[in-house]
């Protein structure tokens, strides 16, 4: 059995939803999530908040530190969980149920964990 | 009370607290002699009250007994000067060791106790089984049982852990508070297994059920009442057990069948047990730190609500869904897809069904059958059927025969 990364990714971090259109997302992504630990396969996860975000880049050799992943990266990544499975197969059809699928330009991209075996 | 009643009865109450007192005492590599001298003390109460008749205070007579025992094991046994070596001249042994039986010490040991026999190095079966004996005073065979095994595999068991204690050299000790969290964790797991144990238990002893279940109560109290033991997780854990417990009378009919949650009566559920529930789940709600007893005490709260609405069925779901990300079991599964079922709709939990592939298991099934009762009668026959074929006892495939009779 294999570990896979789903990373949920915003097309617009900036977007701003009313509370209760969060507590139903919320909603949907417990259950989304609750769907796969009822099979056994999940693993971990977290959501990533954009409230304090920072971006890190360089500038001429130096960090530069702007505030939030936005302005010229658009595409954001708002979580990710770590599900069991056989196959990456498997893994996309668990990535296919996530609720942030549900908002227009929105992604998710499924990556294998390295195994701490010495060979990645 | 009757003097055949009295001793049995005693027996119950104070054998464990003598046990701790003096293994506090002595060490727990002494544990099998605090356990004849407890033993012993019974033994001459046998042997004294049906000539001499009952004495005024029993537990003091009890407990005279029990200290003249100790002390004279200690002189025979010269352990006394091994273990307080020098300090002391061994013809002094009465006036200088104090056998502290008072209510505080016997608490402090009992609590003691309950740290040691859950110790990480004991298998998890072995902690119940030591915890059942030297903490609750049951008998091998009470024990033997609760578990349905015999008294030889109960007696290599307890042998085995007690050689553990020994060679693990656990000490008898309140951890420190740096130790506290990672040492209760075991003791929790082993009181919640041990509520379970009674609750679940398919022994037809209907009294030992509840005596499991309310000893589990009593050790989880008994961390209540230390304040550096009285912590979130420990009240919601005894939360749990006050819900569950609520249900005793209600869950059983007079023949001793389990009766279903939906069709139990529920004028029989215990209210001061509800209560004190709420209270301590209240209690639990501090600090930072969500553990699977906060949600199952706040899964068994819901239930204390016997009304269906879309709100409570909601709320199980998503407390289900909190859970099983924190603990996987099939069971919670199986649950979250029939809270999913009365919270959404049926078409939902049956595709959520389909997928937990639990294809050895008869409650498996028979969720199936009562999601599919209500859309497709054939199906739901069929997943009854497989469901029978899966169960063991009596009991389960007598409910199943009932499930399918009613489809007709």
């Known amino acids: 059995m294999e570990q896979y990364a789903l990373i949920m990714r915003h097309e617009d971090g900036m977007k701003v939803a009313s509370p209760e259109q969060i507590q139903e997302w919320m909603k949907m992504t417990m259950d989304w999530i609750g769907g796969i630990a009822a099979q056994n396969k999940f693993v971990s996860g ?6 304090d975000a920072k971006v890190i880049t360089t500038k001429n050799g130096k960090p530069v530190v702007t505030n939030g992943p936005f ?3 658009k595409e954001t990544i708002g979580g990710l969980i770590i599900v069991k499975a056989d196959s990456v197969d498997e893994a996309v059809e668990f990535a296919k149920g996530c609720p942030v699928l549900m908002g227009e330009g929105n992604s998710l991209e499924v990556r294998k964990i390295a195994k701490d075996d010495g060979v990645h | 009370m009757q003097q055949k009643e009295l001793i049995p009865h ?8 003598i046990v701790a007192v003096l293994c506090k005492l002595l060490g727990l590599e002494n544990i099998q002699a605090a356990e004849d001298i407890a033993s012993d003390s019974f033994l001459s109460a046998f042997e004294t009250w049906p000539y001499k008749g009952i004495p005024e205070n029993p537990t003091a007579w009890l407990y005279v007994v029990a200290k003249n025992k100790a002390l004279n094991h200690i002189r025979r046994n010269k352990l006394f000067s091994q273990k307080i070596a020098g300090h002391l001249k061994n013809d002094s042994v009465e006036e200088e060791i104090e056998i502290d039986l008072s209510e505080k010490n016997i608490k402090d040991g009992q609590l003691q106790m309950l740290f040691a026999v859950c110790h990480p190095t004991i298998p998890p079966e072995a902690q119940i089984g030591l915890a059942l004996r030297i903490l609750c005073g049951f008998g091998i065979d009470e024990i033997a049982n609760a578990f349905l095994t015999n008294k030889e595999t109960i007696n290599k068991r307890l ?30 797991s082993t009181l919640y297994l041990l509520f379970n144990e009674g609750y679940y238990s398919e022994t037809n002893d209907a009294v030992l059920r509840e005596d499991l279940c309310n000893e589990a109560m009593r050790l989880n109290y008994l961390l209540i009442e230390n304040e550096s033991t009285d912590l979130p997780q420990v009240n919601a854990l005894y939360a749990l057990m006050c819900f569950h417990a609520s249900r005793f009378a209600a869950r059983k009919n007079s023949n001793g069948e389990i009766v279903l949650y939906d069709e139990q009566d529920e004028s029989l559920w215990n209210k001061e047990l509800i209560t004190k529930g709420a209270l301590h789940l209240s209690k639990s709600s501090q600090g930072n730190k969500l553990s699977k007893y906060h949600l199952e005490a706040s899964i068994a709260y819901w239930h204390t609500i016997k009304t269906d609405s879309k709100e ?3 709320n199980i779901l998503q407390l289900y869904n909190h859970l099983l990300q924190l603990e996987y079991s099939p069971i919670a599964a199986l649950n979250r897809t029939y809270a999913l079922a009365k919270a959404r709709n049926i078409k939902e939990a049956i595709t959520e069904a389909v997928k937990l ?26 997943n009854f059927l497989k469901a029978h074929s899966l169960a063991v006892t009596a009991t389960d495939k007598h409910l199943i025969e009932q499930k399918i009779d009613a489809l007709q």
């Open chain 2, 357 to 382: 592939q639990l294809n050895n298991n008869h409650y498996y099934f028979t969720l199936l059958g009562e999601l599919y009762k209500e859309i497709d009668n054939e199906k739901a026959k069929d």
């Open chain 2, 10 to 17: 005693l027996f119950r109450t104070e054998f464990s607290k």
């Open chain 1, 71 to 73: 302005g010229d990266i």
């Open chain 2, 312 to 314: 409570k069925w909601e």
């Open chain 1, 46 to 51: 977290t959501g990533l908040p954009f409230a």
């Open chain 2, 159 to 188: 042998f085995r852990a007690k050689e553990k204690l020994r060679t693990e050299n656990v000490r008898i000790e309140h951890p420190s508070s740096n130790e506290i969290l990672s040492r209760l964790e075991p003791v929790l």
